[in-house]
């Protein structure tokens, strides 16, 4: 079994700045993709950012330029440095691990954190 811990949630002003962290633990052998997702109230959950155990990376439109995700594969840690965020990217963040495989074994698993509630406001 393999656990996401994530962190770094809380109110930020808009403008402002704010890091999530999200740690998987567990006997790891690799993660292909992990990322970042939200869900805000009445609103279905969306994918705000990923990347790939090469670096390679994909962002939703609404936080291009504003965001950015970056991992430690020796940490099988993800980070969103959330800059100049805005009201309405007030949701829960969840952090996801794709493709994660533990070590002896070939299967690959996803896993979903438990969320981290972001509050944009003044």
């Known amino acids: 079994q393999a656990q996401l811990a994530e962190s770094g949630g809380g109110l930020v002003q808009p403008g402002g700045s704010l890091r999530l962290s999200c740690a998987a633990s567990?006997?790891?052998?690799?993660?292909?993709?992990m990322g970042w997702y939200r869900q805000a109230p009445g609103k279905q959950r969306e994918v705000v950012a990923v990347i790939a155990s090469d670096g390679t990376t994909n962002y939703a439109e609404a936080v291009k330029g504003r965001f950015t995700i970056s991992r430690d594969n020796a940490k099988n840690t993800v980070y969103l440095q959330m800059s100049s965020p805005k009201p309405e990217d007030t949701a829960v963040y969840y952090c996801?691990?794709?493709?994660?495989?533990?070590?002896?074994?070939?299967?690959?698993?996803?896993?979903w954190g438990q969320g981290t509630q972001v509050t944009v406001s003044s």
């Open positions: 996801n691990a794709d493709g994660l495989r533990f070590i002896g074994s070939r299967l690959e698993y996803m896993y």
């Open positions: 567990g006997n790891i052998f690799s993660i292909r993709t």
